[in-house]
């Protein structure tokens, strides 16, 4: 993966050929060993106006033109989204070898473009119902979204001072990661001291704009090219949000529970996750939703330090999104990448020991009272 910045001078075209280039190196696969790409990019059609064909454009120099190029949109989830259909047709015996590209170029010389990508992975017409017309160029409509999931909660897992600690965390993680945008760390009060987003929420709680690239290669246990990998996928699984049905499970507890079923395994067999922290309480959140402990108890895992490198469970050692970045459509993959170098061994200051299975939790959008897409990924060694 490319490190994840604000990239103003680059193009996503030179950030997705750094980012092929170094994986297939990687992987020891020449491009023409490669048979089919799967592109995942959420918002190049509104940042650039490349609508249409974004995968085959960004691939143009890469070697691996003239393969199958698929291209896959969904929302955060894009990327995720693109390795679970990669994993699909690999498992299914349609292809030996497969590259799994995200990127995202949120960058633009007019903000409100970028605004416009993100407020776009929700339904405009109910934004516009509740915040007006000019609800996809309001930049903290999904911060106010956010923040009001803790509205009116009296349960400590929302407090400002555990939210903070979540932040600390992140970027504590994220100094330790040469591909992060954030690499310095941050005390509790400069947390809670920085800009006001909405709610409980600051700005160093929430993730930034990001421009990157991340890029896997995918294969058949007996694909007979590259390097003998260390980590197969155990489990993947996408689900959509009900919308408005709060009568049944969320998405992301759906996914985990199958996820966890496929694998054979359950949270407590975990050595590190990845989840989509786009802001604090989002993690936290996902702490209850993937079983990592029981509903109401996620502000003990925070206050017992228990996701922290050097805890029982730790969660998001790359940085997370809040740390690393969220270029939206790269995200997914990046968060397999770091897995992957969990799982070989190969993070240096801020390596999980010893670890052999990991959890990768993806989002995408939203939709009335649910996530619009979320994707599980079980990571074996």
């Known amino acids: 993966m490319t ?12 950030l997705v050929e750094e980012a092929v280039a170094a994986a297939l190196a990687d992987a020891e696969v020449a491009a023409r060993e490669v048979q089919v790409a799967y592109v995942g990019n959420a918002a190049d059609g509104i940042v650039s106006g490349q609508e249409s064909i974004r995968g085959q454009v960004v691939l143009r120099r890469t070697g691996l033109m003239g393969v199958p190029v698929v291209n896959v949109e969904n929302a955060d989830a894009s990327s995720s989204t693109a390795l679970h259909m990669g994993w699909q047709a690999v498992a299914g015996g349609l292809y030996d070898c497969a590259v799994v590209l995200g990127y995202e170029k949120l960058d633009h010389r007019e903000r409100s473009r970028s605004i416009r990508a993100y407020n776009a992975t929700m339904d405009l017409t109910e934004l516009a119902d509740v915040f007006g017309p000019r609800a996809d160029r309001e930049p903290t409509v999904l911060m106010d979204i956010a923040g009001a999931v803790s509205s009116g909660d009296g349960s400590d897992r929302f407090d400002g001072d555990l939210l903070a600690q979540v932040s600390v965390k992140n970027h504590y ?47 058949a246990a007996d694909f007979r090219h590259g390097r003998s990998g260390r980590a197969r996928i155990a489990a993947s699984v996408l689900t959509s949000g009900r919308g408005d049905d709060l009568r049944r ?3 992301v507890n759906r996914a985990a529970r199958e996820a966890y079923d496929i694998a054979a395994v359950g949270p407590e067999d975990l050595d590190v996750i990845e989840v989509h922290d786009a802001t604090a309480i989002v993690e936290m ?72 299975l990991a959890l990768a939790h993806s989002i995408g959008g939203w939709v009335g009272s649910d996530v619009g897409a979320c994707c599980i990924h079980i990571l074996q060694r």
């Open 249 to 251: 499970l969320p998405g």
């Open 3 to 14: 490190r994840f910045a604000k990239h103003v001078d680059r193009s996503a075209r030179e």
């Open 285 to 356: 959140f996902a702490y209850e939703r993937l079983g990592l402990c029981p509903y109401g108890e996620a502000g003990r895992l925070v206050r017992d330090r228990e996701t922290w490198l050097g805890g029982r469970l730790p969660v998001n050692p790359s940085g997370g999104l809040i740390a690393r970045g969220h270029p939206l459509g790269a995200t997914g993959a990046a968060q397999v990448v770091e897995l992957v170098w969990q799982l070989e061994g190969r993070c240096g200051a801020r390596q999980v020991p010893s670890a052999k």
């Open 173 to 219: 993680h994220g100094s330790l990661n040469p591909c992060a945008q954030y690499q310095s760390v941050f005390t509790a009060e400069q947390v809670l001291g920085s800009r006001t987003v909405a709610g409980p929420l600051t700005r160093l709680m929430c993730a930034p704009m990001t421009d990157g690239a991340a890029c896997l290669v995918l294969c």
